[in-house]
């Protein structure tokens, strides 16, 4: 029993010496071993099962892949005197994990290393240049589209850009680099991930937003009424041509039938002329007298002879 209960003692404390001096490196970490706090070697960066002296080493674990630091929002004013408020974010990775153990130890302090780099670098960089430079990254011209994609108003900036919004993040990102490299840390990129007014100066924006897209409303409405007056126009010229078009043709049909009337009166008179003036006679009978209709004429009239004749 004795040595059973030895046997199992000694399997146990070599079970606990190889636990302790066994260590996993997974492809996302990197390690510095350190004894009595003293960095033992080079640090650890390739993926696997590694081994350290049970007990008196330990296996301080960094990470390899790529962090973020996400900025606080600050308000800083631009170069114009425009007061705004920026939110940049960061990639960031540890490169030498001896250093950054040496100087920083951990995330929580790295973390605090970069607030004090990198926001200082973006205030200097957004007041040392113009709103429209952090803003946008080239000059050309802003086109809003509304409804249609033929709807479209094109407005030209006034101001030109020089250094842009891409140039001047790269700015930031090299103003950092140098001042992070004895922590062992290394800027991947910074971003500026928001830049708004502060909350005094941002209603007056929106009221000239507004301002400005009911000037390009105005601007569709009196287009389309010039076009409507234009429309209208050709359709009251298009009408009186037509107006003018069939008077002259009516005209012209009236004026074939009166003469084509004139030429057979004519004839009809040259072949019968008595009888065409009994006829005309009888006509103007017709329409100048009734039954309340009083006539006095002398006896040679010629309108009288017909009834003179008819009754005798």
């Known amino acids: 029993m004795k040595i059973k209960g030895s046997i199992i003692a000694v399997v146990v404390v070599v079970g606990l010496i190889v636990y302790n001096a066994a260590y996993i490196v997974d492809e996302t970490e990197q390690v510095v071993v350190t004894q009595f706090g003293r960095i033992i070697g080079q640090p650890v960066t390739t993926p696997g099962l590694k081994f350290k002296i049970p007990f008196l080493q330990n296996a301080n674990y960094f990470n390899k892949n790529l962090l973020g630091w996400d900025g606080d929002p600050g308000q800083i004013p631009t170069l114009d005197k425009k007061l705004i408020s920026v939110d940049t974010f960061a990639r960031w990775k540890i490169v030498d994990p001896v250093k950054f153990f040496q100087t920083v130890n951990n995330r929580f302090n790295a973390v605090g290393k970069l607030n004090d780099i990198i926001d200082p670098a973006v205030r200097d960089f957004i007041t040392s240049n113009l709103l429209i430079e952090a803003v946008r990254k080239s000059n050309r011209d802003l086109i809003y589209v509304l409804g249609r994609e033929e709807d479209q108003e094109r407005e030209k900036t006034g101001t030109r850009i020089t250094v842009g919004r891409e140039k001047l993040t790269n700015g930031i990102l090299q103003q950092s680099q140098p001042k992070l490299a004895p922590f062992g840390i290394e800027i991947v990129d910074v971003k500026i991930k ?14 000239r937003m507004v301002a400005e897209r009911r000037r390009i409303a105005e601007k569709f409405r009196s287009e389309g009424k010039g076009e409507a007056q234009k429309i209208l126009g050709e359709m009251e010229r298009d009408l009186k041509q037509i107006s003018s078009d ?13 003469a084509e009337a004139i030429q057979l009166y004519a004839e009809a008179y040259g072949l019968a002329p008595d009888f065409y003036s009994f006829t005309r006679t009888l006509e103007i009978y017709t329409e100048s007298f009734d039954e309340r209709t009083s006539l006095v004429l002398s006896t040679d009239s010629e309108l009288l002879k017909y009834l003179k004749g008819y009754a005798e």
Not at 195 to 207: A, C, F, G, W
């Open 246 to 258: 069939a008077y002259r043709i009516s005209q012209e049909l009236k004026g074939q039938a009166d």
């Open 194 to 207: 928001r830049i708004n007014y502060v909350e005094e100066v941002r209603k007056s924006v929106y009221d």
